[in-house]
């Protein structure tokens, strides 16, 4: 896949209004970003990401889009955390890893990983009410999910329904190697760790979030309709976390 502009994407980055833009440090020549929406320190904050995969350009897209809309009376309720683009390196040379071939999302315990590190300074000491994080799958059909969740309802179904009527939905029942039903795969943090190791999700949710979902359009739609995909899962997420 050709890669996109990441000056471009900080562009759109640096012209949201009605937010904090904060840079948590550089990988390379590339800056990483955080946005930032709301200021009640009572109130618990959602983490929001993207463009850990740089071949996976609808996450970026999806988190970017949330920001310029803004949270509205979401705001009334959570603080907002948005990752756009954990790796710039890959997302402009259209790859999945990084600079180092580094497959980021399942490299947390590595010490030599650059967003690695940035990533465990972003969420140090944090909890977050929930953490939604924005992939796509190349070789699927259709949307599909993963979801881990304690203490909370889960949402997966709801989320399938409401896609439903934007993209197709990958149905099938093992999905990635585990056992999937209606589109949602609710894996264990163990299998996860199993099959792929320790990674980015696992430390989320074994630390910092009872309530974490990863989404996957399927790429070979256009990316727009694979941004309202991703757009109508968090809506659905947030709605179901509201007091």
Not at 10 to 29: N, Y
Not at 105 to 122: G, T
Not at 152 to 169: F, K
Request: hydrophobic share 40%; net charge negative; charged share 20%.
């Amino acid at each position: 896949m050709a890669g996109q502009s990441y000056e471009e994407l900080l562009e759109r980055i640096r012209a949201l209004s009605g937010v904090r833009v904060r840079e948590l440090g550089r990988v390379g020549e590339y800056p990483i970003f955080a946005v930032e929406q709301g200021s009640d320190p009572q109130q618990p904050t959602a983490l929001i990401m993207g463009g850990t995969h740089g071949d996976e350009p609808a996450g970026p897209a999806a988190v970017l889009e949330f920001c310029r809309r803004g949270s509205g009376s979401w705001l009334e309720a959570f603080n907002f955390l948005a990752l756009p683009c954990l790796n710039p390196h890959g997302y402009a040379r259209g790859t999945r890893h990084n600079a180092q071939d580094v497959d980021i999302n399942w490299a947390y315990k590595r010490d030599d990983v650059p967003e690695i590190q940035v990533m465990r300074q972003l969420v140090a000491g944090r909890h977050f009410a929930f953490v939604v994080d924005f992939h796509e799958d190349w070789e699927s059909p259709g949307f599909y999910l993963y979801e881990l969740h304690r203490n909370v309802a889960p949402v997966g179904a709801r989320i399938m329904e409401t896609v439903s009527h934007i993209c197709p939905l990958n149905t099938h029942p093992v999905i990635e190697g585990q056992r999937a039903r209606g589109g949602v795969i609710i894996p264990t943090a163990q299998k996860h760790e199993e099959l792929r190791g320790e990674g980015i999700p696992v430390v989320l949710y074994g630390h910092h979030t009872d309530h974490l979902l990863t989404t996957e359009t399927p790429t070979a739609l256009p990316l727009a309709q694979r941004v309202r995909a991703q757009l109508a899962a968090l809506e659905v997420v947030v709605e179901a976390h509201l007091p």
